[in-house]
């Protein structure tokens, strides 16, 4: 649309990539995660995707006590025998 000039991609990319650096912490899925993703996956009643059941199994077997979501299948799918129960929607979404 005109509003950016060549270099903004290249600066906005890079301010992405420090952010992530130091605020983040990136989590690669180990064989664990898979057999996990899998179990849950197999719950076809609440409509989990399989990156999402990836995303939950990820965080459930590194000992996260939330995972904050707007995905309202997501919300639902945590709540499935295994996960903790303190998982679901962020405060006040509902689901």
């Known amino acids: 649309m005109g ?8 600066v906005a990319g890079s ?7 130091v ?3 990136v989590l690669l899925p180990n064989r664990d995660d898979f057999d996990r ?3 849950w996956f197999g719950h076809f009643e609440t409509g989990l995707r399989a990156a ?24 639902v799918a945590s709540k ?3 996960f903790s129960s303190s998982m679901g929607a962020l405060p006040g979404y509902g689901g």
């Open 37 to 39: 993703a899998w179990g």
């Open 23 to 25: 605020s983040f912490v």
């Open 52 to 75: 999402d059941a990836q995303r939950l199994a990820i965080t459930g077997n590194r000992g996260a006590n939330a995972v904050h979501s707007l995905d309202k299948k997501m919300i």
């Open 15 to 21: 301010r992405f990539e420090t952010m992530v650096e």
């Open 80 to 82: 499935v025998p295994g």
């Open 3 to 10: 509003g950016l000039d060549a270099a903004a991609p290249r």
